[in-house]
């Protein structure tokens, strides 16, 4: 039987992630909005240190549910590093959309770039 180690298992882990992850590229740390609600103010994310200091870079997908008041009322991980992750689901939780009748859904894709 064959052992892996958990640093590895992780490691495999994360790139199958960050590969799944696909679709077109925005400027470092920016969203594509695609929820047909207007958004009235926008958080960017905070690219993390660890990140930075690893050089890691990447795209962040999230599906988003936006409440009828225009608060993001739920987020969904669709494909990125775990690392930047949380980075792109902490702005996202902080953004407003205009007050609408029902909920929406939509998708937003972040790109971290250490250079940028």
């Known amino acids: 039987m064959l052992t892996i180690s958990r640093s590895v298992r992780i490691a495999v882990l994360s790139f199958l992630v960050l590969i799944t992850a696909s679709g077109s590229l925005a400027p470092a740390g920016l969203a594509q909005d695609k929820i047909d609600r207007k958004l ?14 690893m050089g890691l870079s990447g795209n962040v997908k999230l599906q988003l549910v936006v409440a009828p008041n225009g608060d993001v009322k739920e987020t969904k991980v669709i494909g990125g590093h775990p690392i930047l992750v949380n980075a ?29």
């Open 88 to 116: 792109a689901v902490d702005a996202v939780k902080k953004w407003r959309f205009e007050t609408a009748s029902a909920e929406s859904t939509g998708t937003v894709e972040f790109h971290f770039d250490p250079g940028n």
């Open 40 to 53: 009235k103010s926008k958080v960017q994310p905070v690219y993390p240190e660890i990140a930075r200091k």
